[in-house]
């Protein structure tokens, strides 16, 4: 597998606003993704980050409130915007390089909106 | 559409008595099936995986899992539990062919091992 490093680790944001969350990988990877876990609970997959490309986003997530970036094989970016208190939640990135291979986790971003 | 089912919000048991953590699936063709742990304030953790062949797998800190096909199960289990076992266990799958490489999760268990 690889090493993910995530940032900000947690946050505590004002309703209205955008954060931004980055996601860097320590080698190439085919495939990005981006999930929202409420604490304690499953994991939602929210889209997929397409080198190059326009995310692919599950039903229920739009790229208007969840814009996402993904430059290059190694970087990818999650925005939340316009927040509001529902969008308090963790927010993880996760990378893959594919076939059988397992997929592996940044550590998370724990975001609070007040 | 593919999904997970954890049965057991929360597993108790005590230190040195085996574990299981049960896990059943649904999934169109064959299955890749994995086992994740996390901690608090922590992300996932892959323990271990089954992809094909052998239906007992061994992963990681003693933990192994057994693929069942006629059960659609993937149960994880480990001999001797240990205090620093306790944390929060999601078993995940996706398709060998098709769905993108997307996983889906069960809702998770959380494993509590006691004194």
């Known amino acids: 597998s690889a090493v993910i490093s995530q940032k900000p680790s947690r946050d505590i944001c004002q309703r209205g606003t955008s954060l931004t969350i980055q996601c860097q990988v320590d080698?190439?990877?085919?495939?990005m993704f981006w999930y929202r876990q409420q604490p304690g609970q499953s994991l939602t997959l929210i889209a997929t980050a397409n080198q190059g490309s326009e995310a692919t986003y599950e039903s229920g997530f739009v790229i208007d409130k969840f814009p996402i970036s993904r430059p290059n094989l190694t970087f990818s970016t999650l925005t939340v915007s316009n927040m509001s208190p529902e969008d308090s939640s963790i927010y993880l990135c996760s990378g893959a390089f594919g076939g059988n291979t397992e997929a592996f986790f940044g550590q998370g971003t724990r975001l609070t909106v007040v | 559409a593919q999904s997970v089912a954890q049965p057991e919000d929360q597993v108790n048991v005590a230190e040195g008595n085996p574990l299981t953590v049960k896990c059943t699936y649904s999934?169109?063709?064959?299955?890749?099936l994995f086992w994740y742990v996390q901690y608090p304030n922590r992300g996932l953790q892959f323990l271990l995986k089954y992809i094909t062949g052998d239906n007992l797998v061994k992963g990681s800190y003693g933990f192994e899992a057994e693929f069942n096909k006629s059960q659609t199960s993937f149960h994880l289990k480990k001999p001797s539990a240990l205090v620093s076992d306790s944390a929060l266990y999601f078993c995940?799958?996706?398709?060998?062919?098709?769905?993108?490489?997307?996983?889906?999760f069960g809702t998770g268990t959380q494993l509590k091992v006691e004194l």
């Open positions: 995940a799958v996706r398709p060998v062919t098709g769905g993108g490489n997307k996983l889906t």
């Open positions: 999934v169109s063709g064959n299955p890749y």
């Open positions: 080698s190439q990877v085919t495939m």
